[in-house]
Nanobody, 126 residues
Framework: QVHLVESGGGLVQAGGSLRLSCAAS????????IGWFRQAPGYERQYVAA????????FYADAFKGRFTISRDNAKNAVYLQMNSLKPEDTAVYYC???????????????????WGQGTQVTVSS
């Protein structure tokens, strides 16, 4: 079992940047692929990005390519999401999640993830 905790959210102006962190406090973190999802009020949970257990293979939803970068440091049991050029429509609660599945398709489906963090709020003002 893996316990995930997100941090790094907050209020930022449009065009600004934030770096979210996902820290694991239990379990064999390096055995899991980690995904980032977000959910805005009234919307379904949306896939943002994912990274394989080794960190060698990052994946992104098309909407975030070029603006967001996912990375991981298994020595620190952490995965990061660097978000640049933020827009008001990026406002949402951002969640990280862990899965033993791998590959672009499997990473993009929330039902394939076994463990979820509590989320961190990102608010982008115009």
């Amino acid at each position: 079992q893996v316990h995930l905790v997100e941090s790094g959210g907050g209020l930022v102006q449009a065009g600004g940047s934030l770096r979210l962190s996902c820290a694991a406090s239990a379990g064999t973190f390096s055995a899991y692929g980690i995904g980032w999802f977000r959910q805005a009020p009234g919307y379904e949970r949306q896939y943002v990005a994912a990274i394989s257990w080794s960190g060698a293979s990052p994946f992104y939803a098309d909407a975030f390519k070029g603006r967001f970068t996912i990375s991981r440091d298994n020595a620190k049991n952490a995965v990061y999401l660097q978000m640049n050029s933020l827009k008001p429509e990026d406002t949402a609660v951002y969640y990280c999640a862990a899965t033993t599945k791998s590959g672009s398709y499997y990473f993009s489906v929330p039902q394939n993830y076994y463990y979820w963090g509590q989320g961190t709020q990102v608010t982008v003002s115009s």
